[in-house]
């Protein structure tokens, strides 16, 4: 029985949604005993999400919690002004401390959804005892961040952007054991956390530098990257609706 994969991935509606879900659930789809948390930032689940969960042929669970908006990143707004998916990843881990037991063997991994994953960082990540690390690719201004190790043992960081984050790894460079979730009811993200100091937050509640388990041929392999998507230009959308012929929605 293999010990379960929480995917924690926040989304929000946009042009190019439909597309980053896609690539993301057929990469899910080749990961065994894989349980998907979907948590729309928004009032509603929208239908556009529940076909696609619905059709996708994973187990799944469809969450929504709109970020308040005055912590809400406005049009044009830099992204680094204001935290994303803070509200929602939360909302899984309350999610899963109400639904599951400290019996049910798993693993939490929070997935943004336009980062690229290898099927590799699932298989690196399904046996953590607390809490597992390896490198991101292209993140904090580098080709990659990672975790130094030394006799199986991480003993620093490779990173170049506010060295002093007591964890310097991006969101996709970890993952926590369920039970150690649940032996902390009380760990969260902190949504005021300093810009870089999310995931920190979390972490800084769970473990110690020391307790970090390394992973990716010990941190040596890149099979995560921070990929971002360009934001699509629908420029003649506009000249088109005014003469009738806008594209169908
Ligand atoms: N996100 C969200 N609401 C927002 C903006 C982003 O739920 O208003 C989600 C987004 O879909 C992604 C995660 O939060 O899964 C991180 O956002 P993003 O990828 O824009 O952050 P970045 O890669 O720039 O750190
Ligand atoms: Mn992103």
Redesign the pocket.
Known sequence: QLPIIYVV????ERPHQRAELTRLSQTLLLVPALHWILVE?SLKRSPLVADLLAQSGLHYTHLNVQ?PPPM??KEGEP?WLKP??VE?RNEALRWLRVNQSPMDRGVVYFA???NTYSVNIFKEMRHTQKVSVWPVGLVGGLRYEGPLVDKGRVVGFHTAWKTHRPFPIDMAGFAVSLTLLLMHPEARFDPNAERGFLESSLLGQLVSVEDLEPRADNCTKIWVW?T?TEKPKLKQEEALEKLGRGSDP
């Open positions: 991935t926040p989304t929000y930032d970020t809400k990143l992204n994303r998916g929602q943004d959804d336009d921070h971002r």
